[in-house]
């Protein structure tokens, strides 16, 4: 199985309807500044689940290096985008602790392209 394309599926399937359900189920239920959680959350989401299709291209024969940024982003997702998510829908304040998690390894996975970008050859 191609995880890396998987994920980017799945995330991209998954991020749209988290969208979609914000923004058609959620107006009445949450309040203007959960809602705005649960936007920031699905627009996270959508953009990592790009990320993650644009490096499942490149994953053949991708160094350890790289296979670590698809699994830095796949966790930062499911770490950063569903704890908010729960969030929204359960309003248990405990899960904005586990959003930074996520948050740092998105950051964790961003910076580690840049190195490895600095450490190929231009060409």
């Known amino acids: ?12 399937a998954t991020g749209v309807a988290a969208g979609a359900f914000g923004a058609h189920a959620l107006g009445a239920s ?21 990320v993650l299709l644009v490096l499942a291209t490149r994953t053949t024969g991708a160094s350890p290096l790289e296979r670590w940024v698809v699994a830095g982003f796949t966790l930062g997702v499911l770490l950063f985008s569903f704890s908010l998510y729960a969030l929204v829908l359960t309003d248990v304040s ?23 970008a600095l450490s190929r050859k231009a060409g």
Not at 1 to 12: E, W
Not at 33 to 50: D, G
Not at 94 to 116: D, K, N, Q
């Open 94 to 116: 405990r899960f904005a602790m586990i959003t930074p998690v996520g948050g740092s390894l998105l950051m964790l996975s961003w910076l580690a392209i840049s190195w490895h």
């Open 30 to 50: 949450v309040t203007p500044e959960r809602l705005a959680v649960w936007e920031t959350a699905a627009q996270y989401h959508l953009i990592h689940a790009v």
């Open 1 to 12: 199985m191609d995880r890396p394309l998987f994920m980017a599926g799945f995330f991209g």
